[in-house]
């Protein structure tokens, strides 16, 4: 199965512009699983629910529509960061479009920096995706989310051999956590960044790049740097994932004892 990760500066609040780049590489990346930035058909930095309500759009809106169409089209699996309008809640989502299929939408579990001034905690908690044309689980968590193990433990926990993780990044702390996750989960991880700068009053916040796939055992397969627009694409074995075992006695699965992990609030006299 061939995966890949897009990295580019998003435009920011012009989804139109945003749409036709998604679109188009959608139309001729030759993989089987494209993994998108987060909100990269809005770019990331607002402050306020007035910013996020005008851009925001639910799955079945114009933009989304466009970029689920090509999906489908093009018989490509495609897991892109948006801004969602779900009633009077407003997400930091991403859709996860699978051709034939209705698209399913992961809403970001947990808001970052300003994010709380204009998104809704998401709802949907974490789910993996079968796709059974592929052979693979596909699991999908947001930026943030990479900062809390029950994250990628959750969906590794539901199967998911490959985890995509739409991302913004503005801190360097991930570099050593990202494929602490793979490893500890001996999972694929799919990390889609974004490059450039937002600007919003007096305030810049700037992307670090360096998107990256990570193997199940926490192994750079392939990255780009932390300023260019690229592509990188790789080739994965998913069932490679399921032999959770590291020698012939131990499980990383199985040794589990969750009986054990409740937290004690007070010590026994």
Same mark, same amino acid.
Not at 1 to 6: D, F, G, N
Not at 190 to 204: F, P
């Given at each position: 199965?061939?995966?890949?990760?897009?990295q580019w500066c998003p435009a920011y609040a012009d989804p139109d512009t945003n749409t036709v780049r998604i679109v188009n590489e959608i139309r001729t990346t030759?993989?089987?699983?494209?993994?998108?930035?987060e909100l990269c058909t809005t770019g990331?930095?607002?402050?306020? &629910?007035? +910013? /996020?309500?005008?851009?925001?759009e639910p799955v079945d809106g114009p933009h989304l529509g466009e970029i689920t169409k090509a999906a489908d089209e093009h018989g490509k699996v495609v897991v892109c960061g948006f801004a969602e309008r779900a009633g009077e809640a407003i997400h930091n989502s991403a859709v996860i479009a699978v051709p034939g299929e209705r698209p399913r939408v992961y809403r970001k579990t947990?808001?970052?920096?300003? +994010?709380?001034?204009?998104?809704?905690? #998401?709802?949907?908690g974490f789910f993996a995706v079968t796709l059974p044309h592929l052979d693979c689980t596909l699991g999908t968590m947001i930026c943030y989310d990479w900062r809390f193990p029950e994250s990628a433990r959750a969906l590794a926990l539901q199967g998911a051999d490959v985890i995509a993780c739409p991302s913004n990044l503005v801190t360097h702390v991930w570099r050593?956590?990202?494929?602490? &996750?793979?490893? +500890?989960?001996?999972?694929?991880? @799919?990390? @889609?960044?974004?490059?450039?700068?937002? /600007?919003? #009053?007096? +305030? /810049?916040?700037?992307?670090? #790049?360096?998107?990256? *796939?990570?193997?199940?055992n926490?192994?750079?397969? @392939?990255?780009?740097?932390? /300023?260019?627009?690229? *592509?990188?694409?790789?080739?994965?074995d998913p069932a490679a994932t399921r032999d959770k075992s590291f020698n012939p006695i131990n499980d990383i699965f199985r040794d589990r004892t969750p009986a054990h992990y409740t937290v004690i609030t007070q010590r026994p006299a």
């Open positions: 199965m061939k995966l890949s990760v897009h030759q993989a089987d699983v494209l993994v998108f930035p990331y930095f607002f402050v306020s &629910r007035d +910013e /996020t309500r005008r851009l925001a947990h808001l970052f920096y300003k +994010e709380t001034l204009c998104f809704d905690p #998401g709802d949907t050593m956590a990202m494929p602490v &996750r793979a490893l +500890e989960n001996k999972v694929y991880l @799919a990390v @889609a960044n974004r490059t450039g700068s937002d /600007t919003n #009053g007096d +305030e /810049t916040l700037s992307f670090n #790049g360096d998107s990256v *796939i990570y193997d199940c926490g192994n750079v397969m @392939a990255s780009a740097d932390a /300023t260019n627009d690229a *592509i990188v694409i790789v080739d994965v």
